[in-house]
Structures are given as C-alpha cells and as structure tokens.
C-alpha cells in the first residue's frame, strides 16, 4: 500500500493531552511516523499525490461512536448503512458501534451476521454491532451471549428499555461476567420514566408536558452499580445527563468496580428551555434537563468523571415527528452534527480539543478493547483532518442521513471536518 503524508497538521494526543505542530506518516493501514521536525526526510517516502497539506489544521484520532441507531432491518426508510456510513464519514466518525434497538431486535447471531456482512458491503466505515441483552429486549430472558460474542458483538444492551426484572438482570450479568462481556445500560427508573416527555420543575409544569424527575436516572444507576457490586461485571452507562446522578458514579469508580459512562452531545449543549416552542426535533431520551444539570456534566466530562461522548444518533422520519410533542418520536440524528456541535464547547473555552477526543476517540476504543482512539506509532490510521473555526449554518437537508431530524437546523457552527481517514484510506473529501 502507497504511504500518505499529512505534513503541518496541529496534531491531537489525546493520551498525552497534547496538541503539537507536526507530520503524520501512514503505511499500510498504520501511523508509522509522527515527527515535529521538517518532515523533509518522510517526503521522500510519499509519492507527491500522497502529501497532503494541513496548512495548519488540526488532525486528531477517529470518532468511536457509541450508540449508533441505524434502522436496518425493519425501519430502512429512516437510516440504511449506506447512508449511515456516509453521514459517519462526513461527520469524522470512523467507527459507529450500532445499537440493537432494530425491528426486530438484533437478538441472535443470524440477526448480527446480516448487520455485520451489510455494514461490510456498504458502510466506508467500521462497523462494531452491540446485541441485545434480553431476547426481543423485553427484559424477560437473556440472550445467548457466548454465541453473540462469538458472532461478533462487541457489548449487550437493551437501549432504553432498562430491564426490570432484577433476577433477569442479574442472571444476564453473571453470565456476560464469566464471558468478560460489556453490559451498556440505560440507567433510568422505568416506572418513574415511563411517558415523560420533559424533566419536572416549574418549566414542564407550565408548558403543561409530562415529566420525569432527574432522580429517575439516580435511582436507576443505583440500582444498575448494586448489580455490578453483586456479579463483577462490566458495565457502562450510556448516557449521565443529571447532577444527582454523579456523586454515585464517582462512588463506583472509587470502589473499584468496572464501571464506566458516557453522555451526548444533546445534553451536552442544550437545555430543558430549548423545548419552549414544543418542537419535538428537541425531543430526546432521556429529556433535555436544566441548565446546572449540564454544566455539572460538563464539568465530569473534563474532570474524566464521565468517560464517553456520544452522538446517540436515531433517526426518525417526520410523519414521527410532526406530533403533539408528549406523542412524537424521541431523538436525534447526530453522525455529522457530533463534532461541530461539540467544538461550541471547545471555543467557549469549557474543554478542550484533547479533552474533547479523549472522550469522543480514546475512552470509547479502551472501553470495547480497540487500537483505535490513538494518535501513536503503530496505531490505526483513523484519522479526523477538520478547521476548527470555520463558520457554516447547518442545513439540515443538506445531512447525508436519511432522515433530517436535528434540533440543529439553521444554527450557526463553527467547525467542520475537512476529511476522513479509515486504515489509512480517505473515506471521506470536503
């Protein structure tokens, strides 16, 4: 294979929490070299065709997306792996780590098959699948986990639907213990969460929608980290989006149980006022929460409390949408709005660009085992080459998605990715 040079690039290190000026060789599908100094003596070793320019542009490890909704089988109208690949690859997302959540859920390992040889076919991306936890994810009967694992999955959930029966739950734990499996949960009380469309307090209240409370999430993490403490297995919360639900979070990781989270960019950057106007694009799972609730999530992302940023990316087409808002559809699609969005943070001074891809690249591929996530000798070369500071207004019909559901339509972003490399190769131009 030809070797690619990326010379003056602002390189990213998210392991040594650095951003150097510098020059990245890549052979066959690797990073072979990352020097600072003139780059002279690796020009040699590219063919001119294969020297790319950064003209100072900042160069940084893959996006490793957990929780990915691609709508395949079932709902293909919403999202197919074609299109889902492009709109990761346009978004520098160089792995999506699919969710099972599917009609019918990905459940058996005929089902994973299917996902793994279409992604294969048609995604320029990698393509990790989680299966479900529960057969149907209906929380009454486990998987069969060791056949899972060895079709490939690379962690078991059952999205939102937390299980509740606790026996099941623990019986699944203990299993997937024993097989070093990854359980992702969805910590929220079901009860409580069970038709909430907005969190409780007095804006809720007023728009008259109905509301969970953020200690739905407290309670469910709770109980999730007392199953961990029982079976030793592992487990990773997909998103923490309230401030009562850190100090437990904290409490795990200072006992030393095998626990990790993550967030979403939702939570990240808008609140529970964004939803003033009823507009359900603004709708997502769990509901937007209060102003402090954000700023102590961002707080643990750049603390390391929270460990994972995801795009929790789930289509849905408009006739789902265009509902009263208690009725419609929650969530948003996220692949190409995943790192724009986020760079808001990174301009506001809150994170910064090491920060942001330790939690986006490093954290995820540590967390499912993978090389990726590293910007080092040896490791992958899936690559994000983006210009931070360049304006756009996002068009949300010009998202390669095939469905536009973004509760970002017009908003003014700064940051966009210029390309993208998967083993090396360009999978995707500006």
């Known amino acids: 294979m030809i070797a690619t040079l990326i010379e003056n690039a602002r390189i990213v290190d998210p392991e040594a929490g650095s951003v150097t000026e510098g020059h990245v060789l890549i052979e066959k599908g690797v990073i072979t070299e990352i020097t600072a100094e003139s780059g002279e003596g690796l020009r040699a070793r590219a063919a001119p065709e294969n020297r790319i320019d950064a003209n100072g542009k900042v160069l940084a490890p893959g996006i490793v997306d957990i929780g990915v909704k691609v709508c395949e089988p079932g709902e293909r109208h919403k999202e197919s792996y074609k299109t889902a690949g492009a709109a990761a690859a346009a978004g520098g997302v160089t792995t999506m780590v699919t969710r099972p959540d599917t009609d019918p859920a990905v ?18 991306v990698r393509v990790l699948p989680m299966a479900a936890l529960t057969k149907g994810r ?7 986990i060791g056949f899972l694992l060895d079709a490939g999955a690379v962690a078991f959930t059952d999205c939102d639907r937390p299980v509740r029966d606790t026996k099941v739950l623990g019986r699944a734990m203990t299993y997937a213990k024993a097989l070093g499996a990854l359980i992702i949960g969805h910590p929220q009380e079901p009860g409580l969460s069970a038709g909430a469309a907005a969190t409780s307090g007095k804006f809720a209240s007023l728009r008259g929608l109905p509301a969970v409370s953020p200690m739905a999430e407290r309670m469910g993490l709770d109980r999730d980290i007392a199953m961990v403490e029982m079976t030793g297995a592992r487990y990773h ?41 009823y507009r359900t694009f603004f709708k997502v ?33 408009e006739e789902s949408k265009r509902l009263p808002f208690e009725e419609a559809a929650s969530g948003a699609v996220g692949l190409e709005t995943l790192l724009p969005v986020l760079l808001r943070l990174y301009h506001s001074g809150d994170l910064d660009l090491p920060t942001l891809f330790r939690a986006l690249s490093l954290n995820p591929s540590k967390r499912l085992g ?14 994000v080459l983006l210009d931070p500071d360049k304006p756009f207004i996002l068009d949300r019909f010009k998202l390669l998605s095939k469905s536009k559901n973004t509760p970002f339509d017009n908003a003014r972003l700064q940051g966009r ?14």
């Open 370 to 383: 993978l090389e990726s996530g590293r910007m080092a000798k040896g490791a992958p070369a899936d690559l």
């Open 107 to 124: 459940d058996t390992p005929e089902a994973l098959e299917f996902i793994r040889r279409r992604a294969r076919e048609v995604a320029p």
């Open 417 to 430: 990715v210029l390309a993208t490399f998967v083993g090396g190769k360009a999978v995707y131009r500006a």
């Open 237 to 277: 919360a997909d998103q923490i989006t309230a401030m009562r639900a850190l100090p437990a979070l904290e409490r795990a990781k200072n006992n030393g149980f095998d626990v990790t989270a993550g967030t979403s960019i939702h939570h990240l950057t808008l609140n529970e006022l964004d939803v003033s106007d």
């Open 285 to 317: 799972k769990p509901p937007l929460r209060a102003e402090e609730d954000r700023q102590a999530v961002i707080e643990a992302v750049r603390s390391g409390l929270i460990d994972v940023i995801s795009s929790m990316h789930t289509p849905q087409d």
């Open 138 to 144: 209906a929380g009454e009967e486990m998987t069969e």
